[in-house]
């Protein structure tokens, strides 16, 4: 009788499994691929609204003879020579991508173990790791961010107004030490693009370094404000939206 009964359980678990109400597990590349394509539609609006708004106001309303365009543009053509012409530090890049992979554990919440770094490598070793995590170094500008820190910071005891010019200027050569590492080191094919997959990851760093370009712009642009440029985004949202409805019935058609 026992025998007979836990015969039946096993049928019957074999029976379930059968007819699939057991959950498949779809694997998470899958999902970040697909949530990867929903991103473009996002990432064309994006620069479309910042394309627009640049050449806005870069022609009409004279944003290039501003002090903060010209000391920006100044620090990224610093940069680009040393980048092209002369020895890559190679040492700088490494330590501020594992730094930013430790700022980024701990905002996180997690711990970091261990931040090893040399001129051909580093890792750090830390008890948590997630799709943020794992490209922070790629959106994230660490030096740049320093740079502003370390200004406000001195702005609480000193008169830091006549030094504008210079931070604009290493905002300049930082964003810009940034950028190219980071468009070098994703063309070598980085194992922090496998996490969630390359496309997917691809499309996260595209939108979130033009959305941080976006921002520089706003705050530099006197006449670029942040209600202005979120109605410009919202409207070629819904233009996008709307193309695309029409796409799609005229296809189903």
């Known amino acids: 009788m026992p025998k007979r009964g836990r015969a039946n359980k096993k049928k019957k678990r074999l029976d379930?499994?059968?007819a699939g109400v057991l959950p498949a597990h779809v694997p998470k590349r899958w999902v970040k691929f697909l949530v990867g394509l929903f991103l473009l539609p996002p990432a064309w609006v994006l620069t479309q609204t910042f394309f627009t708004a640049f050449a806005r106001t870069t022609l009409r309303d004279q944003f290039w003879i501003t002090e903060e365009f010209w000391f920006f543009s100044l620090g990224v053509a610093l940069w680009l020579v040393t980048f092209f012409g002369l020895p890559r530090p190679l040492w700088l890049y490494v330590?501020?991508?594992?730094?930013?992979?430790?700022?980024?554990?701990?905002?996180?919440?997690?711990r970091v173990h261990r931040f090893e770094v040399t001129r051909n490598g580093g890792h750090i070793l830390a008890d948590r790791t997630n799709t943020w995590i794992a490209l922070a170094p790629y959106f994230f500008p660490i030096y740049s961010v320093l740079a502003i820190g370390l200004y406000g910071l001195c702005a609480l005891f000193v008169d830091v107004t006549p030094y504008r010019q210079l931070l604009y200027s290493v905002i300049g050569v930082t964003w810009a030490f940034h950028l190219t590492f980071?468009?070098?080191?994703?063309?070598?094919?980085?194992?922090?693009?496998?996490?969630?997959?390359?496309?997917?990851?691809?499309?996260?760093?595209?939108?979130?370094?033009?959305?941080?370009?976006a921002a520089l712009l706003i705050l530099a642009s006197p006449k670029i404000t942040w209600a202005g440029?979120?109605?410009?985004?919202l409207q070629n949202t819904m233009d996008v939206t709307a193309q695309v409805t029409l796409g799609l019935n005229r296809l189903l058609r």
């Open 95 to 110: 330590f501020g991508h594992e730094l930013t992979h430790a700022v980024w554990v701990m905002i996180m919440g997690g």
């Open 16 to 18: 379930v499994a059968a």
């Open 229 to 233: 440029f979120g109605h410009e985004l």
């Open 182 to 213: 980071t468009c070098w080191m994703v063309a070598k094919g980085q194992p922090d693009l496998y996490y969630g997959g390359t496309f997917f990851s691809l499309t996260v760093i595209y939108i979130l370094n033009l959305t941080l370009l």
